[in-house]
């Protein structure tokens, strides 16, 4: 995540991601699932704003959104505000506080936007009310949150296993070029996690080797190697799934790969010129509601 702060307004532009790597191992005690992921984040960006208002007593959170209100709660559900609620439980805080959500990450997209949002929120806080703490002090609250939200705290490419919480970051790494295709079509991740398991084939994949790729930076081995274990579930449960994957394969990207549990698919491109000229194509051929991006992590 990027932030900037002005005497009052502390801005924060949370990132989407794509999981170039997702293997899912079996659901632990916890109703969580034991995961390995490899993410990097991507220039696409939520942005959110925060202020402190002292008017606004005993913690209370004036939350508002724009872009996205149909798939974004308003009130104390939204993960935003669930995400300040447990910080501001957690530390005793008493402080109210202001916040915009300008939305632009797709909802039920794969792109982990939500999550992100919530790590902004927890890394605002920090940075408003509890400088004192670390950044691997908001780790476990982030876990408390979701799987995917502690990777949201580096700004690096991770590795993430356990339910989400073990992070090792990933610090040489190619720069690497996306077209991004968000279909109007949502998929809950709970539907697709409680049906991972039955569909597994239990040859369970190893992150090493896209490790290795990246960091040599071989575009054509890294494509070989992306893999999403989610895709077996979505491609049972829904039934668009191998029309919208073709439509991104038809251009030539090295790999076409679904992002986390979609309904988002992206495809590796060769550089920042081909990931624009896909886009373009795309865009000619576009539905209502669906969204196309050139993006570069």
Known sequence: MYYFQSDKILTVLAPAKLNLFFE????????????????VPIRLFDMLTFEIEPQLDNGKIKFS???????????????????????????????GIKVNLFKRIPSQSGLGGGSSDAASALFAAHKLWLPSISITDLIPLAAEIGSDCP?????????????????????RMPKLYFVLFKPADGLSTAAVYAKC???????????????KSLEKGDLIQIGKQLFNRLEYTASEIWSRFNEIKCRLEQFDCITVRMSGSGTAFYGLCRNAKHSRHVAAKLRHCLSENETVYNVES
């Open 197 to 211: 398991m039955k569909t597994h084939d239990k040859k369970f994949r190893d992150v090493l080797e896209i490790s």
């Open 24 to 39: 899912v191992h079996g659901k632990r005690s916890d109703g969580f699932h034991e995961i390995t992921s490899l993410a």
């Open 65 to 95: 959104c724009l872009g996205g209100k149909e798939d974004v709660p308003q009130d104390a559900d939204n993960i935003v505000v669930r995400a300040l609620e447990m910080f501001r439980k957690r530390y005793g805080i008493t402080q």
């Open 151 to 171: 990777l949201f705290l580096y700004n690096n490419a991770v590795i993430a296993r356990g339910r989400g919480e073990k992070i090792e970051t990933v610090t």
